[in-house]
T-cell receptor, first 112, second 113 residues
Framework: DQQVKQNSPSLSVQEGRISILNCDYTNSMFDYFLWYKKYPAEGPTFLISISSIKDKNEDGRFTVFLNKSAKHLSLHIVPSQPGDSAVYFCAASGLSGYALNFGKGTSLLVTP | DAEITQSPRHKITETGRQVTLACHQTWNHNNMFWYRQDLGHGLRLIHYSYGVQDTNKGEVSDGYSVSRSNTEDLPLTLESAASSQTSVYFC????????????FGPGTRLTVL
């Protein structure tokens, strides 16, 4: 049973606009959340994270928002660039120690 | 530069054969993890280790085993490969705690015929 859900398999955004990727989780024991970015034929690379004691974390063009009551987090990319085109995975930890529970991923395409 | 490597990058094997996938990291990280990625499932945890001689089962551990005899390596063994184990396998490592970043290797694409 998927405990981290990314319900949008794909998203297309124009260059310069905002990309918003969404993620929901079902288990309130999760207390640390991450976003990873993955290009084809490569391993996932860490993008940004947020602890459950915060509701926002920002790093350059990337911001993650956490709404604990709704068990929802989102990744905002502003402005979007063609190089951001990749699969984005939402992940959470807190159940199996430090191991990560991943969503299925959202494929982002940023068009010029 | 410190890194995490996986070998082989691609492997084709037959049903019933034993297969070992290698994972080697040079960061001296305590934690190491194995995940598999399948279409429609994202990445799922197979096994993990928090240090030498420590191993733990993950969500999809049936048919897999690991051993941790040193800090740098966590090989993943498929005891008797099955077609359902055709997948892309990723190894990851992190330093110590929960908030330490997990760094992933480039992956091994395994096909079981």
């Amino acid at each position: 049973d998927q405990q981290v859900k990314q319900n949008s398999p794909s998203l297309s955004v124009q260059e310069g606009r905002i990309s918003i990727l969404n993620c929901d989780y079902t288990n309130s024991m999760f207390d640390y959340f991450l976003w990873y970015k993955k290009y084809p034929a490569e391993g996932p690379t860490f993008l940004i994270s947020i602890s459950s004691i915060k509701d926002k974390n920002e790093d350059g063009r990337f911001t993650v928002f956490l709404n604990k009551s709704a068990k929802h987090l989102s990744l905002h990319i502003v402005p979007s660039q063609p190089g951001d085109s990749a699969v984005y995975f939402c992940a959470a930890s807190g159940l199996s120690g430090y191991a990560l529970n991943f969503g299925k991923g959202t494929s982002l395409l940023v068009t010029p | 530069d410190a890194e995490i490597t996986q070998s082989p990058r691609h492997k084709i094997t037959e049903t019933g054969r034993q297969v070992t996938l290698a994972c080697h990291q040079t960061w001296n990280h305590n934690n190491m993890f194995w995940y598999r990625q399948d279409l429609g499932h994202g990445l799922r945890l197979i096994h993990y280790s928090y240090g030498v001689q420590d191993t733990n089962k993950g969500e999809v551990s049936d048919g897999y085993s690991v051993s941790r005899s040193n800090t740098e390596d966590l090989p993943l063994t498929l005891e008797s490969a099955a077609s359902s184990q055709t997948s892309v396998y990723f190894c990851a490592s992190s330093e110590n705690g929960q908030t330490d970043t997990q760094y992933f290797g480039p992956g091994t694409r395994l096909t079981v015929l």
